[in-house]
């Protein structure tokens, strides 16, 4: 089972950036397709951004133009550069791996946007 660790949440100062990153195991992680999904305080949980096998990516319109997501099959990484941040960012942000009809999530790190 693969397993997914992500780290660099925090808090952040509005207009600040973060690099969120996913470290993943125990899986071919050059055949996965990567996203992050965030989930704020009393709402469901939604896609930020996702990149494919092949590196296409896609994201919301809520993030389009602030944030970035790349990886690196090598280092079996996943990262999200988030800038630009705005108050309504924060949320636990969290990484998930799929492949056909599997699907993995990690734990979540948590991302605050506050003065």
């Known amino acids: 089972q693969v397993q997914l660790v992500e780290s660099g949440g925090g808090l952040v100062q509005p207009g600040g950036s973060l690099t969120l990153s996913c470290a993943a195991a125990?899986?071919?992680?050059?055949?996965?397709?990567m996203r992050w999904f965030r989930q704020a305080p009393g709402k469901q949980r939604e896609l930020v951004a996702g990149?494919?096998?092949?590196?296409?990516?896609n994201y919301a319109d809520s993030v389009k133009g602030r944030f970035t997501i790349s990886r690196d099959n090598a280092e079996k990484t996943l990262w999200l550069q988030m800038d630009s941040l705005k108050p309504e960012d924060t949320a636990v942000y969290y990484c998930?791996?799929?492949?056909?009809?599997?699907?993995?999530w990690g734990q979540g790190t948590e991302v605050t946007v506050s003065s």
């Open positions: 990149i494919t096998n092949d590196g296409s990516t």
């Open positions: 125990k899986l071919t992680f050059s055949i996965l397709t």
């Open positions: 998930n791996a799929a492949y056909r009809s599997y699907s993995t």
